[in-house]
């Protein structure tokens, strides 16, 4: 079979990063594997480490670059949120209350997604807003299994604690009550990529009267529900 593209410099890239899939290489290995000549090999390999497609590891081999895993990861979330709709809105039917999911954008939460309460009092967080990463039970989510580092720095400021987002990892879901808005409850739950990492947040909210002051004992078990079908379409796109 003809795997030529017509440009060149492409098929000889994409051997380059096919040589690579079984693991680290040196450039001999590289010329090895792709019959290029070895300047050739040299230059296209710096120049994908470049955009990060390439790296080294500690030895100086060639391996594949972080690049290719954040697309990855950018290719699994229209996945994601082509999903995401129909299982908010059966979290919302199933506990009453409007459901939404956040991924953190630095500093703040954004929610994505999300299925409205169609009646009565009501959490609206339309699709596109920003939220604090220092309050809330998604922001707890969105935190409590970041690397120790970059949990410290989102401390700073909070409305919530360390202990409060160890208990987060021991338990697999958040709650707060009057945290981010007074009157307003909710529960989160972690999405997961593939490789475990959590990649977003799955909610619900309502006023506490309706919540009460532990919402966690009502809507947890739906929401790690409904968090762990979208993980399970992240897991399926990257089969």
């Not at 919302?92 to 009646?119: L, P």
């Not at 990649?199 to 919402?215: D, K, N, W």
Request: some cysteine; charged content about 20%; proline content about 5%.
């Amino acid at each position: 079979m003809d795997n030529s593209s017509g440009v060149g410099v492409l098929d000889k890239a994409a051997l380059v990063l096919s040589a690579l899939e079984t693991g680290p290489t040196t450039l001999a290995g590289l010329v090895a594997a792709t019959g290029l000549a070895r300047p050739t090999a040299h230059r296209l390999a710096v120049a994908l480490e470049h955009h990060r497609l390439v790296s080294r590891d500690l030895q100086g081999r060639f391996i594949l670059g972080p690049r290719l895993a954040e697309l990855a990861s950018a290719a699994g979330e229209d996945r994601l949120l082509a999903t995401a709709g129909p299982v908010l809105a059966r979290l919302r039917d199933i506990t009453g209350e409007s459901a939404q999911m956040f991924r953190r954008q630095g500093d703040y939460r954004v929610c994505v997604a999300t299925a409205e309460r169609t009646s009565g009092l009501r959490d609206t967080v339309p699709v596109g807003t920003q939220l604090t990463m220092s309050a809330g039970s998604a922001a707890q989510v969105l935190l409590a299994w970041e690397e120790p580092d970059r949990m410290q720095r989102g401390l700073r400021g909070s409305r919530y604690s360390a202990v409060a987002l160890a208990a987060v990892r021991r338990r697999g879901w958040a709650q707060s009550v009057g945290e981010r808005e007074p009157g307003v409850a909710s529960v989160s739950a972690p999405v997961r990529s593939p490789s475990g990492k959590v990649i977003a947040a799955v909610s619900v909210s309502g006023p506490i009267e309706r919540l009460s002051r532990q919402p966690g004992r009502l809507h947890a078990p739906a929401v790690i529900a409904a968090a762990e079908r979208l993980s399970e379409v992240l897991r399926r796109s990257g089969d």
